[in-house]
């Protein structure tokens, strides 16, 4: 596969040695097309998507409710930036807290609903 795009290139490139390497900048040429593709297929998406994690760690506060990888639901009860953890309430009633890395959290699902009625 590679081979026939080499294959090509190094002729052109022999063929127009004598134009000024004119030539050797053609079969260059898909090699940047290649590559322009590649970006905006691959890195562009992963790298916009990337900083809107990290957008959506740094906006999470205290009482955001949010899904870790796992699956788990939750509250935030603390968070400590500097250690890279956070500590999330699941089960109100037995008021059962797990402690993680911050990285596992998958999304914020926004603040908690306030408790109306008794």
Do not use: C, H
Not at 8 to 22: E, N, R, S, V, Y
Not at 72 to 97: A, M, P
């Amino acid at each position: 596969m590679l081979l026939s795009f080499i294959l090509p290139g190094i002729l052109l490139a022999q063929d127009g040695a004598g134009d000024g390497g004119l030539g050797s900048m053609v079969w260059f040429l898909p090699y940047l097309v290649i590559f322009y593709l590649f970006y905006l297929i691959f890195i562009r998406p992963q790298r916009k998507e990337q900083n809107q994690r990290q957008m959506m760690l740094a906006n999470m506060k205290k009482n955001d409710r949010v899904l870790t990888v796992g699956g788990i639901f939750g509250v935030v009860t603390n968070l400590d930036r500097d250690k890279n953890e956070i500590t999330i309430r699941v089960d109100d009633s037995t008021n059962t807290k797990l402690r993680m890395a911050l990285s596992s959290i998958a999304r914020v699902l926004g603040d908690e609903p306030s408790k109306e009625g008794g």
